[in-house]
């Protein structure tokens, strides 16, 4: 890619092309309701993010069209001395521009954004089934450290 890639907080205005991306792959299908309007919960989880200084929901542009979106969110933990931790969700780069190293650009940025907040850790998960993503994020240096767990809670 020869242009510029910058990053900036998204905008309720990039809500339905942030949405448009998380669905658009096998998982996200399965997970995302992608339709117009969007459902009211996006649009209230984008503001909760939007109203925490701990949180930055990002864009990754190119020629002020939007190729990428992340989440970042920063957590102070009492272990490790009172450090705080960086954790990055929700990545996606739109499908025009995978495998040309957007993606690499977009973490290797939060990367600098997590030093930046004096952060000693940045982690993030994956699902097993993304075992593209998986060698991805391990050519990048994360290593596979620790088992995360989930439990999935009925919403009421």
Not at 23 to 32: I, V
Not at 40 to 49: G, N, R
Not at 128 to 142: H, I, P, Q, V
Request: with cysteine.
């Amino acid at each position: 890619m020869e242009n510029e890639i910058l990053f900036r907080q998204a905008e309720a205005k990039d809500l339905d092309k942030i949405v448009k991306m998380l669905a658009d792959d096998p998982l996200g299908k399965t997970r995302e309701n992608y339709r117009h309007p969007l459902p009211k919960q996006y649009i209230k989880a984008f503001e909760a993010i939007q109203s925490d200084p701990n949180n930055e929901l990002m864009v990754a542009t190119l020629e002020g069209d939007i190729i990428g979106v992340l989440q970042i969110t920063f957590t102070p933990y009492i272990t490790h001395q009172g450090g705080w931790r960086a954790t990055i969700e929700g990545v996606r780069t739109d499908e025009s521009v995978r495998g040309k190293g957007i993606g690499t650009k977009m973490i290797t940025w939060a990367i600098e954004r997590a030093k930046s907040r004096n952060c000693h850790l940045v982690q993030l998960t994956t699902d097993k089934s993304r075992t593209d993503a998986l060698r991805f994020y391990e050519n990048l240096g994360f290593k596979a450290t620790h088992e995360g767990l989930k439990l999935k809670l009925n919403r009421r």
